[in-house]
């Protein structure tokens, strides 16, 4: 268990509809990612938080999604007007200055129909 | 070219056996390298990570590093079925964020 929790665990949507998770790092991650992971590919990224700052976001972060960390710990992913192609197992990762390590919490896996 | 690549498998070894796990990366200004576990549904469990030319050994995995061929390996010696999984590689390049390979999926048969 590495700490990281995400909620929900799994989320099954209707195209159209909004969705969002949430990840909470342990409190030495100073650093908070998100990816996302298709079937039989690795995980990829979307965007990353240092502190509250969002520092980095990736081609794949379209419009229709958006990212927070209010405060610097909990963090927010929304995907608005969901298409199928949103199905996908989406991962938050923590890492610190200290560790430079990533661990993962274990993923919201999203289904839309 | 993508950027990390790795075989797809499924690599099959019979159990007690050494299985290798190969990565290539294509970004020379790559810093530091990992491995990832990950079962079937599951999310991604980190193994091993490797910074320096050379073999760091971390009770049964290995990890290699050799940045003049772009080449990163990981060695399970003493295979057990429970080590069958997907086995990420990924690859950061200096910025942030990771860049994994498709993964290479190892079977362990009893």
């Known amino acids: 268990d590495t700490g990281v929790s995400q909620d929900p665990r799994h989320k099954i949507t209707k195209r159209g509809q909004n969705v969002t998770f949430r990840c909470d790092p342990i409190?030495?991650?100073?650093?908070l990612y998100w990816y996302r992971q298709t079937l039989g590919q690795g995980p990829e990224f979307l965007t990353y938080f240092q502190n509250e700052a969002q520092l980095e976001k990736s081609r794949l972060l379209s419009d229709r999604f958006s990212a927070e960390r209010p405060k610097g710990s909990f963090s927010t992913l929304e995907i608005q007007r969901t298409e199928q192609g949103d199905s996908a197992m989406y991962l938050c990762?923590?890492?610190?200055?200290?560790?430079?390590?990533?661990?993962f919490g274990p993923g919201t896996r999203l289904t839309v129909l | 070219q993508k950027e990390v690549e790795q075989n797809s498998g499924p690599l099959s070894v019979p159990e007690g056996a050494i299985a290798s796990l190969n990565c290539t990366y294509s970004?020379?200004?790559?810093?530091?390298f990992f491995w990832y576990r990950q079962y079937s549904g599951k999310s991604p469990e980190l193994i091993m990570f490797i910074y320096s030319n050379g073999d760091k050994e971390d009770g049964r995995f290995t990890a290699q590093l050799n940045k003049a061929s772009q080449y990163v390996s990981l060695l399970i010696r003493d295979s057990q079925p429970s080590d069958s999984a997907t086995y990420l590689c990924?690859?950061?390049?200096?910025?942030?964020?990771?860049?994994f390979g498709s993964g290479t999926r190892l079977q362990v048969q009893p």
């Open positions: 990924a690859v950061n390049t200096g910025r942030r964020a990771l860049t």
């Open positions: 409190s030495e991650h100073n650093r």
């Open positions: 970004d020379r200004g790559s810093q530091s």
């Open positions: 990762a923590g890492d610190s200055q200290s560790t430079d390590t990533q661990y």
